[in-house]
């Protein structure tokens, strides 16, 4: 067992200044190339926003063997700023050649992909030594790299995309937060070790699976950093793990990616799901009643193994002692008119304490198909209707935006621009009302950014570019579940 002590944090805890600069972490050269030979390379070349050529250069481990048909895990690691360059070898050292040793590539079959930041550039570019800072609107050029290796490993390799894990030290864990929270739907489980993020991206990473590790002596990167971000998920009903290591400096990675830590068997056994148990745990009381309101793809939800009925099992199996009914009011063709129409009979009249409300695909899509969608005003103020009616019966409302028309690249499918107009009337209905948002279309793209290389019409989370295939059931189970557990837990503060 760790010799250190392990602490828990429980609850957020104010910051306090962090008054040494960043030196980064320090490369061990017995180690320095150990398992270089274990690694294919490959390289992504790109300019930063001033024209500036950029090479992030990266390194992908492979299992020792790869069974045919089978599929498998990818850890993507972030190195530290002592590991920058263009050698394409040191960000191996700390995570990388141990995962190549025998003994770790027999426990843990998988892919590991480690890119390195070029010579004075940073992950995320913020200030290491500053007491807080909010995450950039932009992500930075050199991460822009990484996210081109990761999706470009995934279309050539037998990955499982439900097994990508994100781990990071130092300045990696600065990226590790920052990268989890740009793609909030790409990672099973993330670990970013004496690193920093930003509090306000709690929402975004509470259902993401997370282990936290910061030495308690941290001279470098402040352990209030990591201490805010755990505060704060646990604020809006994550769950995180947090280690904080007494006695422990900078160098806290070296007990974290150690033997006896524990994080790499949690690691690997994380295969998504995170978001169904912080369902299962949120503040639920008694009398409360869950209702679906929709079209024919919250109908489909309904059957077995669609989102609504992964939602209700997960729920009965991980919390037996609940009694939640569940309110199915999915029906083909409905568009938002429609909605209001049987609102009295189909859902109020169940009294439901949470309505998930997912709508807007056939009132954009039936334009096209037959001239009998809903004009956006329509959508706006019918929408405001809606919530109106079910909050005056006492109903939380947590508001989905529609999805996709068409799974290819964000603005190549014929309905995009309509579909981002009426995402955007739900986005400010929900914001206006202080409502939570479930940010379907948001979430799609982000997901179908990651697994569609091949830019495929449909096939990956639906089966004709509309309704769900049984990943994409399972994936907005997943998101579904994390908006109706932070509004549980806004319902609570």
Not at 234 to 244: K, L, M, N, S
Not at 306 to 326: C, D, H, K, N
Not at 405 to 431: F, H, M, P, Q, S
Request: aromatic share 8%; glycine share 10%.
């Amino acid at each position: 067992m760790l010799d250190s002590f392990l602490y828990l944090v429980r609850g957020a805890l104010r910051a306090l200044p962090a008054s040494a600069a960043f030196v980064g972490a320090l490369l061990p050269g017995a180690r320095a190339a150990a398992q270089d030979e274990r690694f294919a390379e490959g390289l992504e070349q790109l300019r930063d926003a001033g024209g500036a050529e950029l090479r992030v250069p990266w390194k992908l481990l492979k299992p020792a063997q790869i069974a045919e048909g089978a599929r498998y895990p990818l850890v993507l690691f972030l190195h530290g700023a002592g590991e920058r360059g263009d050698d394409n070898r040191r960000q191996l050292s700390w995570f990388g050649n141990p995962m190549a040793s025998k003994a770790w590539s027999e426990a843990y079959p998988c892919y590991v992909l480690a890119p390195q930041c070029p010579k004075d550039r940073r992950w995320v570019e913020v200030d290491w030594s500053a007491k807080e800072s909010a995450r950039p609107a932009e992500q930075s050029p050199a991460m822009e790299g990484v996210q081109r290796a990761l999706q470009k490993v995934l279309a050539q390799h037998p990955i499982d995309p439900e097994r990508l894990y994100l781990t990071g030290l130092s300045m990696g864990g600065f990226g590790t937060w920052d990268l989890a929270a740009r793609h909030p739907t790409w990672f099973a489980a993330a670990a970013p070790i004496c690193g920093g993020g930003d509090p306000r991206d709690a929402a975004r990473l509470a259902a993401l699976p997370l282990w936290c590790f910061h030495g308690a002596d941290d001279k470098v990167v402040a352990v209030e950093r990591s201490r805010a971000m755990i505060g704060a998920l646990e604020a809006v009903g994550g769950a995180p793990i947090y280690t904080e290591l007494q006695g422990v400096a900078h160098d806290s990675w070296k007990s974290a990616y150690s033997d006896d830590s524990g994080l790499l068997p949690w690691l690997f056994a994380q295969r998504g799901g995170g978001a169904l148990a912080a369902l299962a745990s949120a503040p639920w009381r008694e009398g409360d009643k869950l209702a679906f309101l929709g079209d024919s793809i919250t109908q489909a939800g309904g059957a077995p193994g669609g989102y609504v009925t992964r939602l209700e099992a997960a729920l009965r199996e991980q919390r037996s002692e609940l009694e939640i009914p569940f309110v199915r009011a999915g029906i083909s063709g409905n568009k938002i008119g429609d909605l209001l129409a049987r609102l009295e009979r189909d859902v109020l009249a169940a009294k439901p304490t949470i309505v998930f409300v997912y709508i807007g695909i056939n009132d954009v899509w039936h334009q096209k198909l037959n001239g009998k969608g809903t004009p956006e005003a329509a959508f706006d103020s019918g929408l405001r209707e809606l919530c109106a009616k079910l909050g005056a019966a006492g109903a939380r409302v947590v508001l989905a935006t529609p999805s996709v028309i068409g799974e290819k690249r964000a603005g190549e499918n014929e309905l995009d621009t309509e579909l981002d107009r009426y995402a955007g009337i739900t986005r400010a209905v929900a914001a206006e009302l202080g409502l939570v948002l479930c940010d379907l279309r948001a979430d799609f793209l982000d997901r179908l950014a990651l697994l569609n290389a091949a830019n495929a019409e449909q096939g990956i989370l639906t089966n004709d570019g509309v309704h769900l295939t049984a990943a994409g059931n399972a994936f907005v189970a997943e998101r579904a579940a994390a908006a109706i557990a932070l509004s549980l837990h806004r319902r609570q503060g």
